[in-house]
C-alpha cells in the first residue's frame, strides 16, 4: 500500500527557532499534500493545503508567513515553523492522496517548543 | 459553523461484544463520510470510506452506515478484540481533493 513518511518523527526546539518538517509519499506521486496540527485530545485540524509546484493555500487563521510550505517536487513538501514558540508545540500531520478514495498519513511529528 | 460530534470521549466494551461508536454533523452536506483508526502518537489509519449514496460497507469485522436524513454514521467493530483498541475518528469530505473535516474522536478500550 501507499506510504507516507515523515521526518522527523520528534523535534524538541529552544524559543524563537525554527524547525522544518518533511512528508514524503515513498511508492506513489501526491501533487497535492496536506498539513495538520493536532492539540492533545483534539481532533486533527487543516492548517493548509500544499500544491505542488505553486503557493500553499492556507486555512482561515494560519499565519503563511510563520508556516512556510514548499512542495517542490511531487513526492516532497516540507513545512517550516518559523520563529516557534511553546504554544506551536504540537503533533504535526501530513497526508497525501492518490487520486484515489483514500488519503494516506504520515506517523506525525511532535514538536516541542521549550 | 460545520460541526462533527463524535458520542463519547471514551467507550469501554467487552471483549467479544460489538462496539457501536456514532457520529453526528450538522451545518454540512458531505459527500463522503470516512473512518479512521489513530493510535497514540501516530498518525491516522484509513479504514472504511463511504459515499452519500451508500447506506452501509463492510470490511471484514468492520461495518459503517450513513444516514444523510439523520446526518448520523455508526461504526459497529463485530467480534471485538483487545487490539481493536484505539482512537477511531470519523472525518467528512465534501468532495473529492476537498478539505476533510475531523471529529475529535472517541477513544475506543476493548476490555479483556
Known amino acids: 500500500g501507499a506510504v507516507v513518511s515523515q521526518h522527523p518523527s520528534r523535534v524538541i526546539c529552544k524559543s524563537g527557532t525554527s524547525v522544518k518538517i518533511e512528508c514524503r509519499s515513498l511508492?506513489?506521486?501526491?501533487?497535492?499534500m496536506f498539513w495538520y496540527r493536532q492539540f492533545p485530545k483534539q481532533s486533527l485540524m487543516l492548517m493548509a493545503t500544499?500544491?505542488?509546484?505553486?503557493?500553499?493555500?492556507?486555512e482561515q487563521g494560519v499565519e503563511k508567513d510563520k508556516f512556510l510550505i514548499n512542495h517542490a517536487s511531487l513526492t516532497l513538501s516540507t513545512l517550516t515553523v518559523t520563529s516557534a514558540h511553546p504554544e506551536d508545540s504540537s503533533f504535526y500531520i501530513c497526508?497525501?492522496?492518490?487520486?484515489?478514495?483514500?488519503?494516506?498519513f504520515g506517523p506525525g511529528t511532535r514538536l516541542t517548543v521549550l | 459553523s460545520q460541526k462533527i460530534e463524535q458520542n463519547s470521549e471514551a467507550l469501554n466494551i467487552q471483549e467479544g461484544k460489538t462496539a457501536t461508536l456514532t457520529c453526528n454533523y450538522t451545518?454540512?452536506?458531505?459527500?463522503?463520510l470516512q473512518w479512521y483508526r489513530q493510535d497514540p502518537g501516530r498518525g491516522p489509519v484509513f479504514l472504511l470510506l463511504?459515499?452519500?449514496?451508500?447506506k452501509e460497507k463492510r470490511k471484514e469485522r468492520l461495518k459503517v452506515t450513513f444516514d444523510t436524513t439523520l446526518k448520523q454514521s455508526l461504526f459497529h467493530i463485530t467480534a471485538s478484540q483487545p487490539a481493536d483498541s484505539a482512537t477511531y475518528l470519523c472525518?467528512?469530505?465534501?468532495?473529492?481533493?476537498?478539505?476533510?473535516?475531523f471529529g475529535k474522536g472517541t477513544r475506543l478500550h476493548i476490555l479483556p
Open positions: 463511504i459515499r452519500e449514496n451508500e
Open positions: 500544499s500544491n505542488e509546484g505553486s503557493k500553499a493555500t492556507y
Open positions: 497526508s497525501a492522496g492518490q487520486n484515489t478514495d483514500t488519503q494516506y
Open positions: 511508492d506513489f506521486q501526491a501533487t497535492t
Open positions: 451545518n454540512y452536506s458531505p459527500a463522503y
Open positions: 472525518a467528512l469530505e465534501r468532495n473529492r481533493d476537498d478539505k476533510i473535516i
